[in-house]
């Protein structure tokens, strides 16, 4: 088994480590990850199910929409957790900008590429979904 992934928010405030392997791993162009994080695109790593530990902290969450939350450390900001309340799978994601060794993620993908800002110009070779990814 690989050693187990950790990571956390900017103060230190928010833990949280990830047993196994992410199952899927995007860069998100769409415009709420956009103003949740204050960033031009967000990466995530989706879990599996239980795969996702706070061990220290206790992030707050935030409903941005009807199907899913956004968890955030209430002292420093930092965006942690996204978590869909039904059906899709992966359920949990993580934000690997968070992770203590981002390095060890390869990103497979860029999703809502059409919503992305126009002057971000990525050649990583990676497929592009124009949308929602329909997980
Ligand atoms: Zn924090
Ligand atoms: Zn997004």
């Known amino acids: ?75 420093c900001g930092g965006q942690l957790f996204y978590e869909y309340t039904e059906g899709q799978s992966p359920r949990v994601w993580v934000t690997v900008g968070t992770l203590d060794r981002p390095e060890a993620i390869a990103p497979q993908r860029h999703v809502f590429s059409a919503d992305g800002v126009p002057w971000l110009h990525m050649e990583d070779g990676l497929p592009r979904t124009e949308g929602d990814p329909e997980l």
Do not use: I, K
Not at 17 to 27: D, K, M, N, S, W
Not at 37 to 54: H, I, K, N
């Open 1 to 75: 088994m690989s050693e187990a992934l950790s990571g956390g928010c900017l103060c230190g405030n928010v833990r949280y480590e990830v047993r196994g392997e992410p199952v899927y791993v995007f860069h998100c162009h769409c415009s709420m990850c956009r103003r949740a994080g204050g960033t031009a695109f967000q990466t995530w790593a989706g879990l599996e199910d239980d795969a996702l530990t706070v061990t220290q902290g206790s992030p707050e969450r935030y409903e941005s929409s009807s199907f899913a939350t956004r968890s955030f450390c209430a002292r």
